[in-house]
């Protein structure tokens, strides 16, 4: 049984460190580098950028529509707002990619703010939803573009 319970507990930390610090390491080791550091800043941006709106996509949208549960509705604040942070402070390099993925970051935070209104029931003001996707789409395309090119 100790054995056992060793092992679960490398697996887990095989796990951690794979899915944590292997990205966490790759951006502070590129983030020291003079040239290089571009495409990996770059290519995090656009990750982070897509990660955001798929949450959008996936987590906000269907929650939005009424009637909300005020409590789910809390949590998917909370988990989109996160990954709408990580996306804003992965995209603020100086990179011509990462200025495309910020404009589609803020894109992103327009249909955030706009969501939040709807299920709030405070409908002024509201965009069009469907053509801010389709502006992310397209400044994600471009920043996937200018990354691969850097």
Do not use: C, H
């Given at each position: 049984m100790g054995r056992l319970l060793a092992l679960a507990i490398v697996?887990?930390?095989?796990?951690?460190?794979?899915?944590?610090?292997?990205?966490?390491?790759?951006?502070?080791?590129?983030?020291?580098?003079?040239?290089?550091?571009?495409?990996?800043?770059s290519s995090y941006c656009v990750a982070q950028a897509n990660a955001a709106s798929d949450a959008i996509a996936d987590e906000l949208?269907?929650?939005?529509?009424?009637?909300?549960?005020?409590?789910?509705w809390g949590t998917v604040l909370v988990r989109v707002g996160g990954d709408l942070a990580r996306a804003e402070n992965a995209c603020s390099c100086p990179t011509a990619a990462c200025g495309k993925g910020n404009q589609a970051v803020q894109?992103?935070?327009?249909m955030f703010d706009e969501f939040d209104d709807i299920a709030r029931g405070n409908p002024m003001g509201i965009g069009n939803p469907a053509r801010?996707?389709?502006r992310v789409f397209e400044l994600l395309n471009e920043a996937r573009a200018l990354a691969r090119s850097e």
């Open positions: 697996a887990v930390v095989i796990y951690f460190a794979l899915t944590q610090g292997m990205p966490w390491l790759k951006t502070a080791m590129g983030s020291g580098a003079g040239g290089s550091t571009g495409d990996s800043e949208i269907p929650n939005a529509r009424p009637p909300v549960d005020a409590a789910v894109e992103l935070r327009g801010r996707q389709e």
